[in-house]
């Protein structure tokens, strides 16, 4: 049997998608093109309006270019709004994210056969390796924890995630093992509310004790986190990362905004100013670090002035990238009920302003990298470096994937390439 799995949203989607490759590939299964697959997987986001157009738009799209398929959708856009997705296309089965860790055994209970033996495929079936290059991803995304107990006005996830759980330190253990014998030199550390992780466990965790433990583990593998709220990444969290040359030099912490009114209509547990301390506090402790956030323009009771001073407040701070979402309605939320909404245009215009601020902001993050040496590795076709501060660089063909570099980081272009040269 042939399958292929198409991704939509964060990355903890992408760590969902990347278990459900191994268990395939360990069935005996063989990725394939999703044009020709068999079994096509669809792992949706719904975090916007848009996220569930895009979903829906692949999957006419390979019903249409790919008539025999046997579609099966799961991921948030399959568990918030399952009626949208049934006798859409060749879909054969809705998976819910509550059952997802269960979907191949789902299947295999399904009276059609989507993965009956008439394709040859059972437990005994020979395993397939995991290997770097997986879902076309070199770094492998591991998630620890799922679900979220905040309740932010804008976002659907926790009603399609359900409350905060954190995975056994044991099976993470097992699991940073299991990839790093397969060859893997980098793991994404992931989970929708990741600075949660621990709470629930029985034996009360924390996420710096987590990243200590994965600092002992054996393997050449380097660990970077995903995004990280502000208010939980503690003095400790930041201690491990300068301690551990295990972690990347790299923090994603989605602020949303830089009005504190707005902020509190958002009901994040934070102020600007707060935001602001943490991003100069790790700036000063790791110079060379990369440090991101997410901001949304155009919700409910925003005005232009709030955009403009959000624009200044920002360009103040030592970020290397900035991420702009357009608000969006989603129904169930309470900003979706919340009045003093944005005209789609102002959005649009407000999001165009914004992302020339990040575009400046990254352009002087890599300015301040020129000249200088940094460790990283090779993605992609292995003419691309990630550095461990994460700035892609290209460089002369030759290396394959996943291999270990140095590179000097020589020049940025006004297109925002960025280029170097590996010191081999």
Request: charged share 25%.
């Amino acid at each position: 049997m042939t399958y292929a799995i198409l991704t939509f949203g964060c990355r903890v989607n992408q760590a969902d998608s990347f278990a459900l490759d191994a268990e395939l590939r360990m069935r005996g299964a063989l990725e394939a093109p999703a044009d020709s697959a068999d079994l096509v997987i669809v792992n949706t986001c719904s975090v916007t309006g848009a996220a569930d157009q895009s979903a829906r738009r692949a999957i006419r799209g390979l019903s249409r270019d790919n008539p025999s398929a046997r579609i099966v959708v799961t991921g948030c856009y399959a568990t918030r709004q399952p009626d949208d997705l049934k006798g859409l296309g060749n879909v054969r089965l809705i998976v819910p994210n509550r059952q997802k860790d269960d979907l191949l055994s789902l299947l295999a209970d399904q009276p059609d056969g989507i993965l009956a033996g008439e394709w040859g495929l059972d437990d005994t079936g020979s395993p397939g390796a995991l290997t770097p290059g997986a879902l076309g991803r070199t770094a492998c995304p591991l998630r620890v924890q799922t679900g979220c107990n905040e309740s932010c006005a804008f976002c659907i996830i926790p009603s399609t995630r359900g409350v905060s759980r954190s995975r056994p330190l044991a099976d993470i253990r097992r699991d940073v093992q299991r990839v790093s014998d397969a060859g893997f030199r980098e793991v994404w550390i992931v989970g929708v509310h990741l600075g949660s992780y621990g709470r629930d466990l029985d034996a009360a965790g924390s996420l710096a004790a987590l990243l200590r433990e994965l600092a002992t583990t054996d393997g050449d593998v380097v660990f970077r986190l995903g995004s990280l709220e502000p208010m939980d990444c503690t003095a400790d969290v930041v201690d491990v990362l300068i301690d551990s040359s295990r972690f990347a030099p790299h923090l994603h912490l989605p602020v949303q905004h830089a009005n504190n009114r707005v902020l509190r209509a958002m009901r994040r547990p934070y102020g600007f100013e707060q935001f602001s301390s943490l991003v100069e506090t790790v700036h000063a402790r790791m110079p060379q670090a990369s440090i991101g956030t997410d901001v949304i323009v155009g919700f409910p009771g925003e005005t232009d002035r709030d955009v403009d001073d959000m624009a200044t407040a920002l360009e103040a701070l030592p970020l290397s990238y900035l991420h702009v979402f357009p608000y969006s309605d989603r129904p169930g939320t309470d900003a979706s009920a919340m009045t003093a909404k944005v005209d789609p245009p102002a959005i649009k215009a407000r999001a165009a302003i914004t992302r020339r601020v990040a575009a400046g902001l990254h352009e002087r993050f890599v300015q301040t990298q020129v000249g200088t040496i940094r460790p990283g590795l090779t993605i992609d076709d292995g003419a691309t470096v990630m550095t461990d501060n994460f700035l892609k660089v290209r460089i002369l063909p030759g290396l394959p994937r996943n291999t270990r570099v140095d590179v000097r980081i020589d020049s940025a272009a006004l297109d925002g390439t960025v280029r170097g040269r590996d010191l081999r």
